[in-house]
T-cell receptor, first 112, second 112 residues
Framework: GNSVTQMEGPVTLSEEAFLTINCTYT??????LFWYVQYPGEGLQLLLK?????DKGSNKGFEATYRKETTSFHLEKGSVQVSDSAVYFC???????????FGQGTRLTINP | SQTIHQWPATLVQPVGSPLSLECTVE??????LYWYRQAAGRGLQLLFY??????ISSEVPQNLSASRPQDRQFILSSKKLLLSDSGFYLC???????????FGSGTRLTVV
């Protein structure tokens, strides 16, 4: 079946540290890949996406590259801020399918 | 521009009571609509989706039902709530032509 596995959280970093949140997927076809962010008390917001192999999604200093050979879509940021504290969800969607398949989420806390 | 409204933001209901959560979308027509649930400490699970008025697909058997009485309105209901229905409920919409989903701000339901 189709599934997404994310790095176990919670992750705690200091401000200006480098961030990586790992995400790997299993899919029967060639999915589109997404990262969503959920700030405290809010719904999900799309952070970035990539629709085909070797595409790089980027937004707000975050980046993720669609790696077909390793079935991965790791989220990175060079220098995190306190305001980046949130829960991050990796997700996939197969072409023609209705459903977004989510990972379990990774809670990120950035300390000043 | 398109917006999605979900209410209420917070709800505390006793076991056995009914439930009605409403979601409306503005600025688009014939959207695909979705209800997701996020249980405590877990990822998001798709509950229902709808591709048109009166068309409801259920992803998992459960104590909940959904209806779409109008093109841009999606309602999640229960006749008798269970403790296990507690969670964070998110409505989302998607245009049929694109992969990205837009989520509402969510309803936190606590069944006591």
């Amino acid at each position: 079946g189709n599934s997404v596995t994310q790095m176990e959280g919670p992750v705690t970093l200091s401000e200006e540290a480098f961030l990586t949140i790992n995400c790997t997927y299993t899919a029967t076809g060639y999915p589109s890949l997404f990262w969503y962010v959920q700030y405290p008390g809010e719904g999900l917001q799309l952070l970035l996406k990539a629709t085909k192999a070797d595409d790089k999604g980027s937004n707000k200093g975050f980046e993720a590259t669609y790696r077909k050979e390793t079935t991965s879509f790791h989220l990175e940021k060079g220098s995190v801020q306190v305001s980046d504290s949130a829960v991050y969800f990796c997700a996939l969607k197969l072409q023609g399918a209705q459903k977004l398949v989510f990972g379990q989420g990774t809670r990120l806390t950035i300390n000043p | 521009s398109q917006t999605i409204h979900q209410w209420p933001a917070t709800l505390v209901q006793p076991v056995g009571s009914p439930l009605s959560l409403e979601c409306t979308v503005e600025g688009t027509s014939n959207p695909n609509l979705y209800w997701y649930r996020q249980a405590a400490g877990r990822g998001l699970q798709l509950l229902f989706y709808s591709v048109g008025i009166g068309q409801i697909s259920s992803e998992v058997p459960q104590n909940l039902s959904a209806s779409r009485p109008q093109d841009r309105q999606f309602i999640l209901s229960s006749k008798k709530l269970l403790l296990s229905d507690s969670g964070f409920y998110l409505c989302a919409w998607r245009s049929g032509q694109v992969d990205g989903y837009t989520f509402g701000s969510g309803t936190r339901l606590t069944v006591v």
